[in-house]
Structure formats: C-alpha cells, structure tokens
C-alpha cells in the first residue's frame, strides 16, 4: 500500500462493457484511485432541464462508467476487492421516470423530472421530506469474458449496473476477474436510493467516488459479494418504518403490489401526487422479500423509513 | 381499552382458514388477549423427534392456528390493527428441510431435523454460532370473505402465512376486515427468521402471544400493512454483514442463486454441511431486493449478519 493516488478523468468514460477497450490508467493493488463520474444522462440532464428533456434521452449516451483502469497482476480466477474509500462532493442530482422503464412501467407512461439542490449538503424532497445523503455508485464492474460490446444496463457475473445501495464508503466489493487486468470501471452515481430502486432512477448525482483495489488469488467466486463493516441504514432507522405488502405467485409481481400500495399510502398521509410518491419511494423505500417458500404466494414488504418526515 | 386479559387456549385452534367457523371467544377491542400456540408441526414434531419423523409428517394437521376470536364491532370494509404486545418463554424449537418445500426445494431431497434448545434463553446453533431470539407469528390472520376451507400455507388478503420476521414485540399489523368480527386467529410461531425464510422453516417455537386490537373505521386497505416503532433488527447489525450476490431475469431465481451462494460461503467459511448451511440461512439471512429495474436482470442481495458468529 502506497501513500500514492491517481485521478481517473470525467472524460476517461466509456459507454457499455468490451473487453478490448485500451485502459485508461494502470495501477498496482493498494493504492487510492479517485473516479470523476459523470451522472447518468452522461450530461445531457443538467440543473434547468425539464420534462421534456427526459422523454429526449438518447440512450446511446446514457450511464457512462469511468476507466477502464487495469489492476496490474489480476489474472481470470481472481477476486477483486474494491474497497469504497470516499465520495466527493455533489452539488446537485436528478430521478426521473422514464417512459418504458421502471417497476410499474405500465402505470406511469409520461415522462417525469424531479432536479435535487444538493448543495446544502441534504436532500430536500419537499417541506418536511428530507432523504438522507448516502452516496454510493450505481454502476461498478470489470470486463466480462465474452468479447465484444456489451449493454451496460443489466447487471451480470462482473457486476455492473447493480444499483446496490449498501456500497457506500467502508463497504468491500468483491468481484470475479475475467480478463487480465481486470478492467475496472465505475459510474452512475447516486446520492441516495432505496433497496429496489422502483422508479427506475435514485438520486442521479455527479460526484468524484475513490476507491482502493486489493487482489485474492485462489479464490474463485460466480457472482459479486460485498460485506458492511455496520448497520446497513443507521441513518433511517431511528424511528421506524411504515410498511406496506404485496403477496403473488410471481415475486415481481408481490413487489409491484407492495410497491403500488406504498405508492398510495404516500399520496394519502402527504398528499403527494402519485409521480411524486412513485419518486420518492424509488429513492428511500426499501423492498424486503419476507417469505418465498409458502407457495403458491411469495410476500414482499417495502419499507419507508419514517425518519425522513419531519 | 380495560384492563382485563383474556386466554385463547391451546385447543382451541383450526386448520386453514374457514369464516364459517364458531368464534372461540368474542373480545371488545381494546382489551389483551393471550394465546396458546401450537408449534406449526401440530405437536408431531417434539425433542426427539429425527429426520425420519420429518419424512413422516401428516400435512393435514401441520400450521394450525389459535382462534378465531370476534372482535365486537368489526364489519368489512374496517381495518384491524393488531398490537404485538408480548411473547411468553419458549423452552425448544426446530428447523426442518421438508422434502418438496422451501426454495431451493430441488437441491435438497432429503428431509433434515434441527432441534434447538431454546430454554436458556439463547438459540446456539452449533458452537460460536448463536442466532439472536426474536420471536414473532408467522401465521397471522382474520378469515377470507370467500366461503369454505382455504388451506393455511399461502398468505392471502386477509394475512395468514405471510412470515413477515419484522412482526415482533411493539410492531402493529394492519389487517383488512372481509366478515363480521374480523375472526382473528394467530400460530405458526417462530423464535428467530431470516427475511425470505429459504428453507421454509424457522426456528419453529411453541410459545404464547399476546396482543390488543383497535378497530379503524373509513380506512380501507387492499392487503396487510405493518408499523415498526423502531429499527427493524438492531440486534443483527452492529458487526454488519457478509452479503451474497444473484442476478437473473426472474427474482426467483435471483433469490435463488444469492441464496446458493451464501450456503457456499457458510459451508467454506464456518466448515457447516450443505443442510446446516441452508438452515443457518433460512434463521438469519435477510433477503432484499436490490433492484427490479435494469432489465433483463434483476438483482437480490442475500445478507448473513456478522453478530451471529463470535
């Protein structure tokens, strides 16, 4: 471990997964490495943008990653830990719902944009809604086997777009290394979202993310894992959690139900309008699975944590 | 609300829910009412028993719940809340792998018995692994508007089977009114859980619960809802968590992978066999839904908390 730190540039960014792309920055494991990540629209949402602008999205320049950075000595076989160190500060950030995408994609077919003043260093959704800053990255992944170019948006064995809320700073991301160097990459940042991210989108914020890489040799794992070196949400915990259920044959469905009916406890206890709820759930609310055994229906519980009303 | 205590009796339970049953009991809301509950094997399970009882069990006498109970005033359309207000000892438990049940059902064929011995207030699953005691009902229900016998197993819109982990001391559980008297009935008790109860049993414990009923009128809710007064597992989190990873375009599956994986770190981890693996999984692991939204695949996040190791 070195006292050394590199800097990974907001332009070094590239968009989806391809094994043949040239690294950015070569690194030996241990030392500090800082990202710039560009937010998710790869700037073409900024602070005055509007609806409009969501339903003009070219998805070709959508969650861009930074890097890739090759982790020198990595060979396929590997484990890459990634140690989330810290995040820079962000100034502002963005969740939309976007036409087609999302848990209820059918139900909220116009395009909605809520932009997040994130300078106070909080998160104010509206008078007396106040959403914990838990910065984490969306997007954190290396090279997949497979050549060729490779969509960014699902998840898959080399991690990606996993959306996990829980790898914020101490958190330890344990990836599989699928090509030499691995070739790292990171992006998508999020200032908060909730376990499921329902809309679509969390908090879409660009920040700086640093992370350290450490490397595990005869070691062998199919699938990202991570650890938490605590509680997993000190932060919203305090005073509870009002909880709605959804029960169906098919967990999706149980977490659409228990997501629908969250989304109508919002609108009635603050009186927000549904695109509002359906936001404001996609960023804080947590969806459980309680039980996927008692068959024919699985259950699943989404959790708003009452610490974020005033 | 009186101060008078009302016992529903270790007899006095049913199997699967039927509105057309007689009342054990008629109670003003507001009052506490104990119940006797019968481990969910129907007493054919005790300290002795074996795996080979496990193969034997007769499915018509399993998860028999205590009541029904009237509550005056109940009509359909009207919400009872059910107030979690205590837990009597529990002296042992189990935990079965039942061949045909739980979610990695194909994997495990054999039927396998966990006993523990609860009575020194503690669940020492093998040495320097002890899952904390928490007890809560996993069956906990009113009778369905539908007439005639509805089996147990599958939660539905009058709750039942829905083995939510989080329903302990202080939790308020909000249940939809479909007849006359609500006829409330509680069993299946569990002294600890993990989120997703994998194996499809918990720690399966005879104990007593108490509760109080409220009545809400001009509220009406589609399916159960919950409130947690406090952080929903303090006693799990303060050494955070090991988590596993699974992607897929089914959350099923996803659940199921996450859940395969972290049996694989527990048996390489703490040397356990497969069925010891997945048993500790099914107690103490949570399973949350990571995201829902980045099509094709989904992702769950499957969380072994640190605390129960020492």
Not at 188 to 193: G, I, L, S, Y
Request: aromatic share 10%; charged share 20%.
């Amino acid at each position: 471990m070195t006292g050394q730190r590199y800097t990974v540039h907001r332009h070094q960014h590239h968009f989806g997964w391809d094994n043949a792309l040239e690294p950015v920055l070569e690194v030996e494991p241990g030392v500090a490495v800082e990202f710039e990540v560009v937010d998710a629209s790869g700037g073409q949402l900024h602070r005055g943008s509007t609806a409009a602008d969501v339903a003009a999205l070219d998805f070709a320049r959508v969650n861009p990653v930074t890097g890739p950075v090759f982790v020198k000595g990595a060979r396929p076989g590997d484990v890459l830990e990634v140690e989330i160190l810290d995040f820079g500060r962000t100034e502002w950030g963005w969740t939309a719902i976007i036409p087609g995408f999302g848990l209820l994609a059918d139900e909220f077919p116009e395009p909605y944009l809520k932009i997040w003043d994130l300078s106070g260093g909080k998160a104010e959704f509206a008078p007396g809604i106040e959403i914990p800053i838990k910065p984490f990255p969306g997007t954190i992944g290396v090279a997949l086997p497979e050549p060729g170019l490779h969509s960014i948006v699902p998840p898959r064995q080399n991690g990606g777009n996993m959306d996990i809320r829980h790898l914020t700073r101490g958190a330890r991301l344990f990836l599989p290394v699928w090509v030499e160097g691995a070739l790292f990459s990171v992006g998508d940042t999020h200032a908060a979202q909730g376990d499921g991210e329902v809309c679509g989108t969390a908090i879409e914020a660009p920040m700086t993310i640093t992370v350290r890489f450490h490397l595990h040799r005869e070691q062998s794992i199919a699938e990202p894992r991570y650890i938490l070196p605590g509680p997993p949400t000190p932060e919203a915990d305090a005073r509870g959690y009002y909880v709605t259920t959804g029960f169906a044959p098919d967990l999706l469905e149980a977490a659409r139900k228990a997501t629908r009916f969250q989304i109508e406890h919002l609108q009635q206890a603050y009186g927000l309008s549904r695109e509002e709820a359906y936001v404001l759930a996609s960023v804080a609310v947590d969806l459980r699975i309680s039980e996927v055994v008692d068959a024919p229906n699985w259950l699943v519980s989404a959790f708003l944590p009452q610490a974020i009303f005033r």
